[in-house]
């Protein structure tokens, strides 16, 4: 059972950012047209090679194992499991809670993130290579709120109004090996910038996939949730 390809899906959110909708109703089943964002999630996993599925849960965590039993029928050549913590742990401490589940190597994905990125492909080259751990980074542009000067020489050359800036954000995406769990604390919060600053200052390996013309879209508030909820397949979803 071990040697299934396994994913872990982060769904203990409170998703704050969402209220009133996640008061009632944890975000991953909030509905995307006929689906829910866990059943997008599930369906690109799947359709991915990955055959072990764990939800890392808390909050509203009776709701998802309801939810689970519907899921086992739906897919019934896919191990569903369901891990608990007991307090809130962040976005890395879960994984230690459901280390007995988890093989060599395993996936890591945000209960909120939809993406249409190569998951198979990305993973089986992490394996042959051997790698720790790896994070998926997003490109996005943010608008800079002035006007940027270049200056040469106390010479104004250019001038450029309210430009976008390029940023690398985390994609909420990772693939680790177990060898990771040693350097997460046990029933302690700890975050996944906590492992990626740890790994850093023990100067241990970080690969990254920049996902450059990938689908990648965080449903973290009301503005995004609303342009997509009604839409009928995610191939209509344009990354922010």
């Known amino acids: 059972m071990k040697n299934k390809q396994t994913a872990i ?13 996640t ?20 369906n690109h996993l799947i359709k991915n ?6 939800f890392a849960a808390r909050y ?4 998802l194992k ?4 519907k899921l086992k029928k739906k897919y019934r050549n896919t191990e569903f499991i369901v891990s608990v913590e007991k307090k809130r742990l962040g ?35 992490f394996v042959k290579k ?4 790896m994070v998926f980074v997003k490109k996005v542009y943010m608008p800079f709120e002035f006007g940027r000067l270049d200056i040469k020489k106390n010479k ?26 040693e350097h997460i604390p046990k029933n302690k919060y700890f975050g996944m910038d906590q492992l990626i600053k740890l790994f850093l200052k023990k100067k241990h390996a970080i690969e990254s996939h920049i996902m450059n013309h990938d689908l990648w879209l965080d449903i973290g508030n009301h503005t995004i949730y609303k342009k997509i909820k009604n839409l009928k397949s995610i191939s209509k979803i344009k990354s922010e």
Do not use: A, H, W
């Not at 090679?49 to 764990?54: A, D, H, M, N």
């Open 9 to 21: 899906i982060l769904v203990g959110g409170l998703g704050k950012r969402l209220r009133p909708l």
């Open 23 to 42: 008061q009632i109703t944890p975000k991953p089943l909030l509905k995307i047209g006929p689906n829910t964002i866990l059943e997008i999630i599930i």
């Open 49 to 54: 090679g990955f055959r072990k599925i764990i």
């Open 60 to 63: 509203k965590s009776e709701i």
């Open 66 to 69: 309801k939810e689970m039993i």
């Open 91 to 125: 976005t890395c401490g879960p994984i230690k809670v459901c280390s007995d589940y988890l093989p060599e190597n395993f996936l890591v994905i945000n209960g909120d993130i939809i993406t249409n990125v190569n998951l198979k492909k990305i993973f089986d080259s």
């Open 130 to 133: 051997k790698n720790t751990f």
């Open 156 to 181: 104004i050359v250019s001038v450029e109004e309210k430009p976008m800036i390029k940023n690398l954000i985390v994609g909420g995406i990772y693939i680790l090996n177990k060898k990771c769990l």
